[in-house]
């Protein structure tokens, strides 16, 4: 069975009322649920009271300007379609009402099939705005989400450019070596190494922004890693990159290994002595 077709909601705001019987009759032919209204006063009240896919507004009504309920619409929601259906030719209410926020105009007596294609279009660029609003607020949380994760983390977490630059890092970054919030953002991933690994670095990320690949990448690397005071300390690092049509970008995590080497270090002094005793 073929499933049913989406149900419409248009508010036909209009104070002549042949005109709103007859676009009535179209309109519910056409499977569209109408609403209608027929002065500024009541076209406020049924938008504030219902949703809607689409607004066909006259410009001339008995309490106001048309284009006050347009003005309005767009404060309230800037995506809703509103096509202007009038009897004036003047050009500030015609084609101006596009510069003011109006999807299109039509001139009475409006031909049927126009209404009903403009109508149509109307309603598919409503949609796809909605989509594309969902879709931004799914990638916002999505973005959210990430960024509280990547913030909670105990291991230090670091992104950098093609140039070796540091563009963000967690807060265990700042901590783990000893800098204030924020405050490694714009310098060179070297200061967060001892000067012995500046040349190694600087030509493996070099090999790196030629060849795209490098040993290192996707692999546990220790080694030392340098506090702001010149502190060095013992650090696990794995690397990983991708590439944007901007340029490569190149993230690592960072692990603080002191305290592990320190146990590894009691454990082998244990071993040690517990040989010496059964000797």
Same mark, same amino acid.
């Given at each position: 069975?073929?499933?049913e077709a989406p149900s419409y909601t +248009?508010?036909?705001?209009?104070?002549?009322?042949?005109?709103?019987?007859?676009?009535?009759?179209?309109?519910? $032919?056409?499977?569209?649920?109408?609403?209608?209204?027929? @002065?500024?006063?009541?076209?406020?009240?049924?938008?504030?009271?219902?949703?809607?896919? #689409?607004?066909?507004?006259?410009?001339?009504?008995?309490?106001g300007d048309g284009l006050e309920v347009?003005?309005?619409?767009?404060?309230?929601?800037?995506?809703?379609?509103?096509?202007?259906?009038?009897?004036?030719?003047?050009?500030? *209410?015609?084609?101006?009402?596009?510069?003011?926020?109006?999807? #299109?105009?039509?001139?009475?007596?409006?031909? &049927?099939?126009?209404?009903?294609?403009?109508?149509?279009?109307?309603?598919? +660029?409503?949609?796809?705005? +909605? *989509? #594309?609003?969902?879709?931004?607020?799914?990638?916002?949380?999505?973005?959210?989400?990430?960024?509280?994760?990547?913030?909670?983390?105990?291991?230090?977490?670091? +992104?950098?450019?093609? *140039? =070796?630059?540091?563009? @963000?890092?967690?807060?265990?970054?700042?901590?783990?070596?000893?800098?204030?919030?924020?405050?490694?953002?714009?310098?060179?991933?070297?200061?967060?190494?001892?000067?012995?690994?500046?040349?190694?670095?600087?030509?493996?990320?070099?090999?790196?922004? #030629?060849?795209?690949?490098?040993?290192?990448?996707?692999?546990?690397?220790?080694?030392?890693?340098?506090?702001?005071?010149?502190?060095?300390?013992p650090i696990e690092l794995s690397l990983?990159?991708?590439?944007?049509?901007?340029?490569?970008?190149?993230? =690592?995590?960072?692990?603080?290994? @002191?305290?592990? *080497?320190?146990?590894?270090?009691?454990?082998?002094?244990?071993? &040690?002595? $517990?040989?010496?005793?059964?000797?």
């Open positions: 069975m073929a499933a +248009v508010l036909v705001v209009e104070d002549n009322p042949d005109i709103v019987v007859s676009l009535q009759d179209l309109l519910t $032919h056409d499977g569209y649920i109408v609403h209608t209204a027929d @002065s500024c006063a009541g076209a406020h009240a049924q938008l504030r009271a219902h949703c809607f896919n #689409a607004v066909l507004l006259d410009v001339t009504l008995p309490d347009l003005a309005a619409i767009q404060q309230m929601d800037s995506h809703l379609p509103v096509i202007i259906v009038t009897a004036t030719t003047a050009t500030e *209410k015609t084609v101006g009402s596009l510069t003011l926020g109006a999807f #299109a105009y039509l001139t009475k007596p409006y031909h &049927r099939e126009e209404l009903r294609q403009t109508l149509r279009r109307a309603i598919g +660029v409503k949609e796809l705005a +909605v *989509k #594309a609003q969902r879709a931004e607020h799914l990638l916002t949380e999505s973005e959210d989400r990430f960024r509280s994760l990547v913030e909670s983390a105990s291991d230090a977490i670091v +992104v950098a450019d093609g *140039k =070796g630059i540091i563009l @963000s890092h967690n807060r265990s970054t700042a901590m783990m070596f000893g800098y204030q919030p924020q405050g490694l953002i714009g310098r060179p991933l070297t200061v967060l190494m001892p000067s012995r690994y500046h040349c190694r670095h600087t030509a493996g990320l070099a090999r790196l922004e #030629a060849t795209g690949s490098g040993q290192l990448i996707g692999s546990v690397i220790e080694l030392q890693g340098l506090k702001q005071d010149g502190t060095e300390f990983a990159t991708w590439k944007t049509e901007t340029g490569n970008f190149y993230s =690592g995590i960072i692990r603080d290994s @002191s305290q592990r *080497k320190q146990t590894e270090r009691a454990l082998d002094e244990l071993r &040690r002595r $517990h040989s010496l005793i059964l000797t």
